[in-house]
Nanobody, 130 residues
C-alpha cells in the first residue's frame, strides 16, 4: 500500500511564509515525479509545482513562480514546498502526488494534469488571511 502524507499546513497572514512537507515512498525518489497540487473551495484541483527526482529539476505554475520552491531530501524520503509571500488566493488544501513518469517532453505541460499521477496523499489545509 503506497502512502504519501502531506503536512505543515496552517493559518498564516498574507505576506508570510509556510513550508509544507510530503513523506513519500522510497521508490518515488528513483526517476519519477513528485508534485504538489492544491484545491480551493469550489475550484478544480490545480498543479502548483513538481520535482523530477532523478535530477531535482523543478517546475512551477505561473501563479507561484518566484514565490514557491520545491525541494527534496532523498535521505529522508521527503519533498518540501517552501511558500513565500503568501497571498489569500493561495488558500487551499494542498496535496502531494507521485507520477511514475519522467520523460523530458512530459514536463512541458503534462505534469500539470492530475490524472497523470498514480498516487496521492491526503491533503493539508493552508489558509492565508488578508
Amino acid at each position: 500500500d503506497v502512502q504519501l502524507q502531506a503536512s505543515g499546513g496552517g493559518l498564516v497572514q498574507a505576506g508570510r511564509s509556510l513550508r509544507l512537507s510530503c513523506a513519500a515512498p522510497r521508490f518515488a525518489f528513483g526517476d519519477y515525479t513528485i508534485a504538489w497540487f492544491r484545491q480551493a473551495p469550489g475550484k478544480e484541483r490545480e498543479a502548483v509545482s513538481c520535482i523530477r527526482t532523478s535530477d531535482d529539476s523543478t517546475y512551477y505554475a505561473d501563479s507561484v513562480q518566484g514565490r514557491f520552491a520545491v525541494s527534496s531530501d532523498k535521505a529522508k524520503n521527503m519533498v518540501y514546498l517552501q511558500m513565500n509571500r503568501l497571498k489569500s488566493e493561495d488558500t487551499a488544501v494542498y496535496f502531494c502526488a507521485v507520477g511514475l513518469i519522467s520523460s523530458d517532453s512530459w514536463y512541458g505541460s503534462s505534469w500539470k494534469i492530475d490524472y497523470e499521477y498514480d498516487y496521492w496523499g491526503q491533503g493539508t489545509q493552508v489558509t492565508v488571511s488578508s
